[in-house]
């Protein structure tokens, strides 16, 4: 049979024992009077936990609930309706407290929470509505003080600027303005130190407004106690203090203008020293007197060196230093020294960069001038004052004066403008052409003219130097406003930069663009190449300008009116073109300050030009000529005269308004004016409508051109030359040799050279 098993017991009674609970029955106690003080432990550890959980709601609550009320504070604290009313407030604050309430009461998880929380939102509402009462309160004393000062300040502004009852019931108004504002909200013996204050406020506004209008005198005053009696010394060295910061600058102008008045060679105005020492700082002060000291007897030396001219500055100074370090001590001569060579710098240094200013600082002659040209401007609109021909004269005499004392001073860049003046003209000009008003832009650019005459051409370098732009040029030379209106379009780099870069987007050249323009230019070209009417100057690199600037008319023009590129070279060069009637040798412009010439006017001179070249030379009296390689004029031979008449030409001069006659010679090419026997050269001019033969009172027959007359001086001369040139052909000897074998006619005045 199996073997059952078994095991041995190794623990004893004792240590059986320590494995028993605790509880103890008695023998009279059932199960759960025996369990009551672990289940009372068991509650009360519950229901304190319950009552922590309630109070860390509670607070959550309570931190939220002040979280939203702080907001409320916030808006009353800036809300103009409520920052300064006190009722209005509390029941804003209330209401949204009881809003705020209900609100977070709703989220509480039961009645004992929503018990604490009211108790704590409701104390936190209180202090609430005290923290505001007492800002509210503050508030309203500040308002109350804005107020106050708002309305001293308007009595005290009052007073000064309107004076009168105002200033005499100041001190008055200002008493009943400060006790109906603080009577009731101060004890009376602060009442009675606000009070006691406006007499020194009154002081104080007196002093600070003489301040501003009379600085110096008022620092002076201020020396005296009777002046403003009743400020303390505090407040009377602060108005010192005020005074002499005004006066600084001040004074620093006055010195400045004092030196300005020597380093200029004229007598200086009076600078009162002492003053400065007063109110400059110790340092400025002395640096004053130094430089009074080394200038010191230079007025005359100075006004000296501005009569002289450039070549001659440096050596005399150079003297004027020697015979100074031979009179002063060595450090006074050192720092005349360096006064003198400062002097010499700037009259060079303001003659190259604005000459014409120059002269007006150290010329009262000059500045007169101009002053009596103002003068007559303005008064210009007062009948039976001045005219305009004698504004005219007189701003041409300034300019011909301005240039003269130029040249006595050997300064090589003439201007006859101020830098000024002449950039106040750009910028005019400018902003005429931005309105795209033409008109204004031409009348501008024909008072060149009028106020310079024979030197408008200085006038318009200076302008073209100053930012002028060259459609300007245009506009003045060829009476043409559109073209310098579109010059606007790209008058920088940049702007010429960017049409040059439309242009190649499109494929074109610029270079392809001023081919076209100077073909359709050619005639115009020639003429120029003949007697360069573009300045007084007489160069020919304006073509090159004028075909360059109406290359970018053409890139604005395919920019702008949609044209390709050899539509928009044909349409600027025939805008140019439209400007004048050319004939063989001359052109006669279309527009001349500004005004159209009617084509009538214009067929009448060419016609007038050719009848005085066929038929009134003899008239005129033409005996020689002279050419830019003669100093004296040439006296006409036989031969010449006989060229005159056939082969003379017509030129314009460099106005491009006026044309002279003259003759082509032989060899140089050049160009000759004839002359008669006054020295005045035959000239006619656009304008022109006297319809005589210049320099006569010969009137010109015009029918002349329609009935040619049997025989004439002139056609006797051209048949003596005419059968002299068959005679040399027929028997092969020269024309020379056959003029002395014809019969030639007895002319007054007229000798044939056969030699």
Do not use: C
Request: glycine letters at 4%.
């Amino acid at each position: 049979m199996p073997k059952i098993p078994t095991f041995t017991a190794e623990g004893s009674v004792t240590q059986l024992q320590g494995t028993t609970s605790n509880i103890q029955m008695g023998l009279n106690q059932n199960l759960a009077t025996a369990l009551a003080p672990v289940t009372k432990m068991v509650v009360d550890q519950k229901v304190k936990e319950n009552a922590l959980q309630n109070q860390a709601e509670a607070l959550r609550l309570e931190n939220d609930f002040i979280t939203d009320m702080q907001s409320v504070t916030q808006t009353i604290n800036t809300d103009p309706k409520y920052a300064t009313n006190k009722e209005a407030a509390n029941i804003y604050l209330k209401q949204k407290s009881d809003q705020f309430i209900k609100k977070y009461r709703s989220l509480a998880t039961n009645g004992n929470v929503q018990d604490k929380f009211s108790n704590y939102a409701l104390a936190e509402t209180q202090k609430s509505i005290f923290k505001t009462d007492g800002v509210i309160s503050k508030n309203i004393l500040v308002n109350l003080n804005n107020d106050y000062g708002k309305a001293k300040k308007n009595l005290l502004l009052t007073a000064y600027m309107d004076g009168g009852i105002y200033k005499q019931t100041l001190a008055t108004d200002l008493t009943k303005l400060t006790i109906d504002t603080y009577g009731l909200q101060v004890s009376p013996p602060e009442l009675q130190t606000l009070l006691d204050n406006i007499p020194v406020e009154i002081d104080l506004f007196d002093g600070l407004e003489d301040l501003s209008n009379s600085p110096k005198k008022t620092f002076q005053l201020l020396k005296d106690k009777n002046y403003l009696p009743n400020l303390s010394r505090d407040q009377r060295l602060d108005l010192e203090d005020k005074a002499k910061t005004y006066l600084r600058p001040q004074i620093e102008k006055e010195f400045k203008n004092y030196m300005t008045y020597i380093e200029d060679g004229k007598e200086p105005p009076i600078f009162d020293f002492d003053l400065a020492k007063e109110v400059m700082t110790e340092p400025v002060y002395e640096n004053m007197i130094v430089a009074k000291t080394v200038m010191e007897d230079t007025v005359d030396d100075v006004k000296f060196l501005h009569t002289l001219p450039n070549q001659d500055l440096d050596s005399t100074v150079t003297s004027m230093i020697e015979k100074v370090y031979e009179t002063y001590p060595i450090d006074i001569a050192k720092q005349k020294e360096t006064f003198l060579a400062e002097v010499i710098e700037n009259i060079k240094s303001n003659r190259e960069d604005d000459p014409v200013g120059y002269i007006f600082n150290i010329d009262d002659d000059i500045k007169n001038m101009s002053i009596e040209i103002d003068n007559m401007t303005a008064e210009f609109s007062a009948p039976n004052v001045y005219d305009t021909s004698a504004m005219a004269q007189a701003k041409l005499e300034l300019t011909e004066t301005l240039i003269q004392k130029q040249k006595d001073l050997n300064i090589k860049n003439i201007k006859v403008m101020t830098n000024d003046a002449a950039k106040s003209f750009v910028a005019a000009y400018t902003e005429a052409g931005n309105k795209n008003d033409i008109p204004t832009m031409n009348d501008m650019m024909q008072t060149l003219n009028l106020n310079y005459g024979d030197n408008d051409g200085l006038a318009l370098t200076q302008l073209l130097q100053n930012g002028l732009t060259y459609g300007a040029k245009i506009s003045y030379i060829f009476g043409d406003g559109e073209l310098a209106q579109e010059g606007l379009a790209f008058d920088t780099q940049e702007e010429k930069d960017a049409s040059i870069k439309f242009l190649k987007d499109n494929d074109v050249k610029i270079a392809d663009i001023q081919i076209e323009i100077r073909e359709q230019l050619k005639d115009f070209e020639s003429i120029l190449r003949r007697n360069v009417p573009l300045n007084s100057s007489g160069t020919l690199t304006e073509m090159d300008n004028l075909v360059e600037y109406l290359s970018f008319v053409a890139a604005n023009r395919m920019y702008g009116k949609e044209m390709d590129s050899s539509e928009a070279a044909i349409s600027a060069a025939q805008t140019f073109n439209d400007n004048f009637i050319v004939e063989d040798t001359y052109y006669l412009p279309k527009k001349i300050d500004g005004k159209n010439i009617g084509d009538g006017q214009l067929n009448k001179i060419v016609e007038t030009v050719d009848i005085l070249q066929k038929y009134y030379l003899d008239d005129f009296g033409a005996v020689a000529f002279k050419s830019n390689f003669e100093t004296d004029p040439v006296e006409l031979s036989s031969k010449m005269y006989s060229q005159m008449l056939l082969n003379g030409e017509w030129r314009n001069m460099p106005d491009g308004e006026n044309l002279i006659f003259g003759i082509v010679l032989d060899g140089s090419n050049e160009f000759a004016p004839i002359i008669n026997a006054n020295g005045e050269n035959l000239i006619v001019n656009v304008n022109d409508t006297s319809e005589l033969v210049p320099g006569t009172d010969i009137p010109i027959d015009f029918t002349l051109n329609f009935s040619e007359p049997d025989q004439t001086i002139t056609t006797s001369i051209v048949d003596v030359y005419e059968k002299a040139s068959k005679l040399a052909k027929k028997k092969g000897i020269s024309y020379e040799e056959a003029l002395k074998e014809i019969r030639k006619p007895k002319i007054e005045n007229i000798k044939f050279n056969v030699d």
